[in-house]
């Protein structure tokens, strides 16, 4: 059975990083057209397995091509592949993002990373009112085996109207609410590479709805949307 991530691709990435300019990607132009379209085609398939438990609305794979204007780092071109899958605005929340690198930096991860101030606000609200339905789902063997500890910046103390010694600090302190799960060069080589994908992500589900709720009413369960 074929491999969805083609060996040459992580072959392919790991060249990138060892030649990384202009005319040693322009010779091999070809070759990065042929790897990338393969890669591609497990983006839509990971989108098509996710319509089929979740509402997503649209994938997209980013170019390799790096943004240099504003960075001391002006290599051209990205070491990975990197895409993500939104799920349906205004009622769900949420993204899910697929990263293939080689040297086992490969991953998968969700969640919300840079929510706006006013979602932050709701979000420590939630938690400072009750935070039982939300370490119920972060605690639940299955999810936690899969996904680990709830990962992403926290600030060093209580944010400005907040007690530091309420019970929940250690989830108002944060600013960001993401998972993240790590696979090795031989994962994604694997034929069932996008089944373990899909079955991760599938568990991610009650957070994401949970989040989603908690986004989309106010502190009286009142829809906002």
């Known amino acids: 059975m074929a491999t969805p991530i083609p060996k040459e691709a992580l072959e392919f990435l790991d060249k990138v990083k060892k030649n990384n300019d202009r005319d040693w990607f322009n010779d091999r132009k070809t070759e990065f057209k042929a790897i990338e379209a393969q890669v591609k085609e497990v983006y839509h398939t990971v989108f098509e397995n996710l319509k089929t438990h979740d509402d997503v609305d649209k994938v997209k794979m980013f ?19 990197g895409g993500a899958i939104h799920r349906r ?64 910046e926290s600030l060093k103390t209580a944010p400005r109207g907040f007690n530091k010694d309420h019970q929940s600090i250690d989830l108002i302190r944060k600013k960001q609410f993401v998972f993240t799960k790590k696979f090795t060069d031989e994962a994604v080589l694997q034929p069932d590479f996008i089944e373990h994908i899909n079955a991760a992500f599938k568990i991610m589900r009650p957070y994401l709805n949970y989040m989603s709720d908690v986004l989309t009413t106010d502190l009286n369960g009142v829809s906002s949307v």
Request: no cysteine.
């Open 63 to 81: 170019r390799i091509y790096r943004d240099v204007r504003f960075s001391k780092n002006k290599a051209p071109y990205k070491t990975h592949f």
């Open 89 to 152: 605005k205004p009622k769900l929340r949420g993204s899910y993002y697929l990263h293939i690198q080689p040297n086992n930096e490969s991953f998968i991860a969700t969640g919300f990373w840079e929510p706006n101030k006013e979602d932050l606000l709701r979000i420590r609200k939630e938690f400072e009112r009750d935070d039982t339905e939300i370490r119920d789902i972060l605690s639940a063997k299955l999810f936690k085996n899969t996904w680990g500890e709830l990962q992403g």
